[in-house]
Structures are given as C-alpha cells and as structure tokens.
C-alpha cells in the first residue's frame, strides 16, 4: 500500500446559531459560568477536529443504518480508521482543530458594539421547568456559554488517497460535510444550537 496522493479540503465554518462544544470548568471562568465552552490556553473558542471528525462519521453511519462504530461499513472504517485488533486500518483523514477566524470576530462583534458576555462568547440563561406547576424548579437556572451566531472558524481537513483505495474517499466526505450543515455540532443540537454553514475548497 502506497500513498499516491493528498488533498486538502480546507475552508471557513460560520455559526448561524450559538455554538456549545463543552470545556473544561475552573475557577478561571469569567463571571461562573455553569457550562463553558472549550478554549486554547489563550482563551480562544475553537472547534476540536475530534468534534467535526466524529460528527461527520456519525451522520455517514447512520445514514448507512449503522449505530456503533463496530458496525461500520468497509468505506468509513477506511476513512476514519480502525483501531480494533485484526482489523487495524490507517485513516485517510487527518481533522486539524478550527480555529476562531479573530479578526473577522473583531469586525462583526466589537467594532459594531455587540452586546457579549465575555471577549468572544455569550451566555445563554436556560431553565428546568417543573411540569405540574409551569415553573422553574429550584437550582433549575442555569448559564451556558456560548460562541454567538456570526462567528466564523477556519478548518482544514487532509485527505491521504492510497493505491488501493477504489472508493471515492473525496465525495463520501463532501457528503458528510453536507449532512453536519443539514445537522448541528457541538452540544443542545436539539435546542437549536450548532447550526453551521459550511464553504470550503480543494486544494
């Protein structure tokens, strides 16, 4: 098996609503608040590629009606990897972590005076409401840290095409690119955070 190829899809991923990939809490955190969203040592939201790595593989598998890794296809075992004994693969894709686009953030949130919680993000206030009287149950109130919609992210993803690889590894990926925009990343997915749009090319 040779490596005969590589390409980069690489491009920016805007926010079209709150985005919450959950990080690490310490007394550090501005204002307390519950749920802080993951930040480099500077204090800067990114996007892990972990997180967009294993959200693609999820939506691809389970349009392929699998819901364990164990029982993915051949095609995404190759894409993604495998680690299990006796069916050790390499993985064609490499996910670097997406980094906060500063300068464009600076443009559309602090030159224009927007209202944030913190340097980069907003906090979201949610509640659990008690179902028999209508209202919120005590210690239910709670702050969630969230990167604000406008936000853009700067990916690359590398693709590495060996000689025995007859599938189109390319296009199975731009697949799954369109179904995270048609889906969500990060956290609440279901409460409406993490809506994406994503344009990129290949290089």
Do not use: C, W
């Not at 700067?154 to 731009?174: P, S, T």
């Amino acid at each position: 098996m040779k490596l005969v190829e590589t390409k980069i899809v690489k491009g920016t991923i805007t926010l079209e609503t709150g985005l919450h990939i959950g990080g690490s809490k310490s007394s550090l955190d501005i204002g307390g608040l519950d749920s802080p969203v993951i930040k480099t040592p500077q204090g800067v939201p990114y996007i892990p590629g972990s997180s967009l790595k294993g959200k693609i593989r999820s939506l691809l598998g389970l349009k392929e009606g699998s819901f364990k890794v164990e029982d993915d296809s051949e095609m995404l075992v190759k894409m993604f990897g495998s680690s299990v004994k006796g069916k050790e693969t390499i993985s064609r894709l490499i996910f670097r972590d997406a980094a906060l686009d500063e300068a464009d953030f600076k443009k559309v949130f602090t030159d224009n005076d927007a209202i944030l919680d913190t340097e980069y993000t907003e906090a979201k206030y949610e509640n659990t409401i008690d179902r028999k009287s209508g209202t919120t149950q005590t210690g239910g109130l709670r702050q969630i840290e969230r990167v604000p919609a406008g936000a853009k992210f700067k990916f690359e993803i590398i693709v590495n095409i060996f000689d025995d690889d007859k599938e189109d590894i390319l296009a199975k990926l731009e697949e799954g690119i369109k179904l995270v925009e048609d889906n969500y990343i990060g956290g609440s997915g279901s409460r409406g955070y993490g809506k994406v749009k994503i344009n990129y090319e290949i290089v």
